[in-house]
């Protein structure tokens, strides 16, 4: 916290204080006050730390007595408006306020509620470091694929590290060869609710516009780190997040027609405005197979990595985001997708609901079927 520490420094030494120390009751908790002050681990922002120096300078040296710095010295100008704004105000009144602030940004300090326990889902790991949140998907033996409890920790992972200070950027990847592919089927034919097939659509419907809408207002930088092949949802939701970087074996399928059901993830929207709807078409109505470079050429994907290169290429650029100014990155991503995201929440809410009539519909039932017998 240099430039709070550095403003501390400049005002609260006993030299300043011509060295006098006042040892009266409101003395002793205005010097507390400052103590506190330089323990902070984060800082509160521009304007506190304005606050902060005007008050100090009011309870030590009274009503502001210096000259109007000049238009173009900014700094000094915002330090002479704040102190003069205080007018009249008491040297002990100063410290009251001081202390009373102080005490105030102390309760924002407090440690922010414990993250979602996404960490304790089965084929999920959820792991902070360095400013960054890791979602790694992690059924190997099952390529990735996604059950409805993973939907939920991933979503509940971005929601709980959306407003938390440290975490300035977000990954998903996967372990093993596999990124992901896509639905666990079993989703659709273990543990049928009491309500049947059409219980079991709604809670799909609820789960995937849950996991969908958390991306989408996931207010940091959003990074897809696509480790190989990826089949269904996990490619659709590509044009959800902010970058993509993906392996030189990486490849992408959305296989909705055969399987009975229909785009999701925002894709009947994004991909005919990223690939244009010829290519679009192509990929989620005939469900061809494309690479990692037809998809970085027709803008799905940020970058190709070689298959070795690829976690230290993807940490590089990681690394590298995770230093930059927070705020800055998170209110350009706001202006980037501030027309966006409404008419995604619109598209998904309106996916899901198709979905979940196709779900119920004998075609799709039994596509599913044939294909979890095909796989016996």
Not at 17 to 38: H, P, T, W, Y
Not at 294 to 305: K, M, S, Y
């Amino acid at each position: 916290l240099r430039m709070l520490t550095l403003l501390s420094r400049s005002f609260v030494t006993p030299a300043r204080l011509g060295g006098i120390r006042c040892f009266s009751d409101i003395g002793s908790r205005f010097e507390a006050a400052q103590v506190k002050l330089n323990t902070f681990t984060e800082d509160p922002g521009n304007a506190a730390k304005l606050k902060i120096y005007g008050l100090f300078k009011q309870a030590n040296v009274g009503s502001c007595n210096i000259p109007k710095p000049g238009g173009f010295n900014f700094v000094a100008k915002a330090k002479y408006d704040v102190w003069k704004g205080l007018g009249d105000m008491t040297q002990d009144q100063a410290k009251e306020e001081y202390i009373a602030f102080v005490a105030e940004l102390a309760g924002s300090e407090e440690p922010a509620p414990a993250a979602a326990p996404a960490g304790t889902v089965a084929g999920l790991d959820v792991t902070t470091e360095a400013g960054v949140l890791t979602i790694r998907l992690n059924r190997p033996e099952k390529f990735n694929a996604l059950t409805w409890e993973m939907y939920t920790g991933i979503a509940d992972s971005l929601i709980a590290y959306a407003e938390d200070p440290s975490v300035k950027v977000a990954v998903l990847t996967g372990t093993g060869k596999w990124y992901c592919a896509g639905n666990d089927l079993s989703n659709f034919t273990k543990n049928m609710p009491a309500g049947g097939p059409q219980e079991m659509a709604l809670n799909g419907k609820n789960v995937l516009n849950h996991f969908c809408d958390a991306m989408i207002k996931f207010p940091k930088p959003l990074i897809a780190a696509v480790n190989g092949p990826a089949i269904g949802i996990p490619v659709t939701t590509l044009g959800l997040c902010d970058l993509v970087y993906c392996t030189d074996n990486a490849t992408f399928k959305t296989p909705f027609v055969s399987l009975g059901q229909s785009p999701e993830g925002c894709s009947s929207f994004i991909f005919p405005r990223t690939f244009g709807f010829a290519k679009a078409n192509e990929m989620l109505l005939t469900e061809r197979q494309i690479t990692a470079q037809e998809a970085c050429d027709g803008g799905l994907v940020t970058r190709i990595f070689s298959e070795d290169s690829f976690r230290d290429e993807v940490d590089k650029v990681v690394k590298h985001m995770a230093s930059l100014p927070p705020q800055s990155m998170r209110i350009s991503k706001g202006l980037i997708r501030h027309e966006l995201n409404e008419k995604l929440l619109e598209v998904n809410a309106r996916e899901c609901e198709v979905l979940r009539e196709r779900w119920v519909s004998d075609e799709c039932m039994t596509a599913i079927m044939n294909f979890m017998n095909r796989k016996k």
